[in-house]
């Protein structure tokens, strides 16, 4: 344990990693300031030391984790012209469902004050599902100003699909994370068919592929404003 009074680097991401931890093996049940301060190996008030309370520190998780998430999928629409639309956009809707989002989302929604706090926060113009939903969209236009997709897909609305289908995978799904990359290229090939007759909207190749692929393994989700 780290001694009091000396500098603890990264303390934020320390203990937020350490939720991470209690929250995988403990459940929000488990996730209090003396579990996440003994598995960050720090003193007990450290936590208090940065954030006002328990929900402020979980609401900052989740925001932190979101806020990643929306810079990893931010860039997708540069990669216009590259690959196959189906699994790229596959891919970038997969990051939501990074290896910690599911436990993420369940403290938040187990806690009324996090989740008013995200709300807030997303409203104010923290990164959130929203911020998802318009890079999935600014993507699928990018495509169609290539021909690579349908002049007739609705962007907006794939992307609304998605970013609605990850959040009902996150807070009420049944389905095992391990089988959450196949259901979502089937809903990607559901959602764009095929055009031009073959790679410009994927050609159905990336729909079952590399189903074990979770995309951004590590990424902290929570839970879309209800």
């Not at 931890?21 to 003193?43: H, K, Q």
């Not at 996150?170 to 391990?178: N, Q, S």
């Amino acid at each position: 344990m780290s001694p009091r009074g000396v500098a603890i680097p990264d303390v934020r991401e320390r203990l937020f990693a350490a939720a991470e931890r209690v929250l995988s093996r403990e459940g929000p049940a488990g996730l209090t300031n003396r579990s996440v301060t003994e598995e960050a190996g720090c003193a007990k008030g450290l936590l208090y030391n940065h954030f006002a309370d328990l929900d402020d520190f979980v609401a900052q998780l989740v925001l932190d984790r979101f806020e990643r998430v929306a810079a990893e999928v931010a860039p997708l629409a540069d990669r216009a012209g590259q690959g196959e639309v189906r699994e790229n956009l596959a891919r970038a809707a997969l990051v939501l469902l990074g290896a910690d989002g599911p436990v993420v989302a369940a403290a938040a929604v187990s806690r009324s004050g996090v989740a008013d706090r995200v709300r807030r926060a997303w409203r104010d113009g923290a990164p959130g599902p929203g911020t998802v939903q318009d890079a999935l969209a600014g993507y699928l236009a990018a495509e169609q100003r290539l021909g690579r997709l349908s002049p007739a897909a609705d962007g907006p609305v794939i992307a609304l699909a998605l970013v609605g289908t990850v959040h009902h995978l996150l807070m009420h799904g049944h389905a095992e994370p391990a089988d959450h990359p196949s259901l979502i290229r089937r809903l990607v090939a559901a959602l764009v068919p095929p055009f031009g007759g073959g790679a410009e909207a994927g050609g159905g190749g990336g729909t079952g592929s590399e189903a074990g692929d979770g995309g951004g393994g590590g990424t902290a989700v929570p839970p879309a404003a209800e």
